[in-house]
């Protein structure tokens, strides 16, 4: 039996100005590193929780959420897997959108779609070029991802770095993001198409997954 605790990162300065994020890197609010203290007081209280391993994006909002609750809870010397598989959903062109700003643009029926359908993909944006992804081959790197292609990418380092060790009995963390978290929820839980548009996941409130040998779900709680 092991435990997965799943975190979307504190409010950012894009969740504030209410304005597409996806691949575009930006920075913690004072509150949102705030939120992200509270939530490593609340992941030190779990029970028998002891992770051998933290996984996060690329992406600077969700690495600070995960050092704020590594240092919270004295869990700075474990090892920390960075990777874009866990980046948030790449919105494309309307990154760095309003939000609802879009809906003027696009119209309430297309935003819609593109935000919560599971296969929708808005237009795609401009190459990657930040120098955390010089590793990869940038024409492999999405330039726009429904939440279907978001979860395809997502769930081989799920399987390969988070569930393997989850089936030796080891505790995970992943510190990730709202759409991101998303996808991967749909495969645990087996939700389908029609009801993952109406799951939300919060900043900063930690998600708690008590897993048996074979990664069945035996408990689940939301700590607020």
């Excluded at 992200?36 to 600077?60: D, R, Y």
């Excluded at 429904?146 to 995970?172: F, N, V, W």
Aim: aromatic share 8%; charged share 25%; net charge neutral.
């Amino acid at each position: 039996m092991a435990k997965l605790v799943l975190l979307r990162h504190g409010e950012s300065t894009a969740n504030y100005a209410n304005v597409y994020t996806g691949w575009n890197d930006v920075e913690l609010t004072e509150k949102g590193c705030k939120q992200a203290e509270n939530a490593g007081q609340l992941i030190k209280q779990i029970s028998n929780f002891n992770p051998t391993h933290l996984h996060t994006s690329v992406l600077l909002r969700a690495i600070v959420t995960a050092n704020i609750v590594a240092e919270v809870c004295g869990w700075l010397y474990l090892p920390i897997t960075k990777t874009w598989r866990l980046n948030e959903r790449h919105y494309g062109k309307l990154r760095g959108i309003n939000k609802d700003q879009s809906r003027e643009i696009f119209g309430d029926e297309q935003i819609n779609e593109w935000r919560r359908g599971f296969y929708a993909v808005p237009p795609e944006g401009s190459e990657v070029t930040a120098a955390c992804y010089a590793s990869y081959d940038r024409q492999r790197l999405p330039r726009a991802e429904s939440l279907y292609q978001t979860q395809k990418r997502l769930m081989p380092y799920y399987h390969d770095q988070i569930a393997s060790r989850l089936r030796l009995g080891e505790d995970q963390l992943v510190v990730a993001h709202g759409s991101s978290l998303r996808a991967l929820i749909k495969k645990l839980e087996e939700i389908d198409d029609y009801d993952i548009v109406k799951l939300e996941v919060p900043n900063a409130e930690p998600i708690i997954y008590t897993l048996d040998d074979q990664l069945n779900i035996i408990k689940k709680e939301i700590l607020h």
